[in-house]
T-cell receptor
């Protein structure tokens, strides 16, 4: 069981370039999330999707877009990368049906450097 | 303003020296408090969920407790392999989103 996979593991990108970070889960979770983690700022939610076909904005959505064409995949796109988007990006998923909040499970992360 | 604050930011312990990590929150309509462990270069790993004040969960040397204002992660007789950053997060009101605290970096010396 792989859980959540993310690709690439790391990437160095020139400013202004377009980049898509990939995320795939095999747990059939209905909800998926993208976070960025920066030193001193912790984990911050970028975008989320409660179910295939729907997406929503998190705390720091500017400069990012997402799509959710099916249950398993949730790609994050940087249309025109800027240095402030240098960060570690984590994808997560959860089964949002049931009692209260259900725990989110995280992927291994993508380390992105924008020069 | 809804907030999640963890303390201390860093904690150094000797092997076997028990201690507690704190997570205080000021959110309305708490719907769950979550503890995660994160090792360097890896994604957060789920540990516990607590839903209501008075609830406790245990796993090996870790025990999580919850009150109406804060949660504690108690570490009993820690070992070097318990060294990691411990994150807490809260879910509140509608939706499935979580707000994370800044984490406590735990270092256990042999």
């Amino acid at each position: 069981i792989a859980g959540i996979t993310q690709a690439p593991t790391s990437q160095i990108l020139a400013a202004g370039r377009r980049m898509t970070l990939r995320c795939t889960q095999d747990m059939r979770h209905n909800a998926m999330y993208w976070y960025r983690q920066d030193l001193g700022l912790g984990l911050r939610l970028i975008h989320y999707s409660n179910t295939a076909g729907t997406t929503g904005k998190g705390e720091v959505p500017d400069g990012y877009s997402v799509s959710r064409a099916n249950t398993d995949d949730f790609p994050l796109t940087l249309a025109s990368a800027v240095p402030s988007q240098t960060s570690v990006y984590f994808c997560a998923s959860s089964d949002s049906f049931g009692r209260g909040y259900n725990e989110q499970f995280f992927g291994p992360g993508t380390r992105l450097t924008v020069l | 303003e809804d907030q999640v604050t963890q303390s201390p930011e860093a904690l150094r312990l000797q092997e076997g020296e028990s201690s507690s990590l704190n997570c205080s929150y000021t959110v309305s309509g708490l719907r769950g408090l979550f503890w995660y462990r994160q090792d360097p270069g890896k994604g957060p790993e789920f540990l516990f969920t607590l839903y209501s004040a008075g609830e406790e969960k245990e796993k090996e040397r870790l025990k999580a407790t919850l009150t109406k204002k804060e949660s504690f992660l108690h570490i009993t007789a820690p070992k070097p392999e318990d060294s990691a950053t411990y994150l807490c997060a809260v879910g509140y009101n509608a939706g499935n989103m979580l707000t994370f605290g800044g984490g406590t970096r735990l270092m256990v010396k042999p």
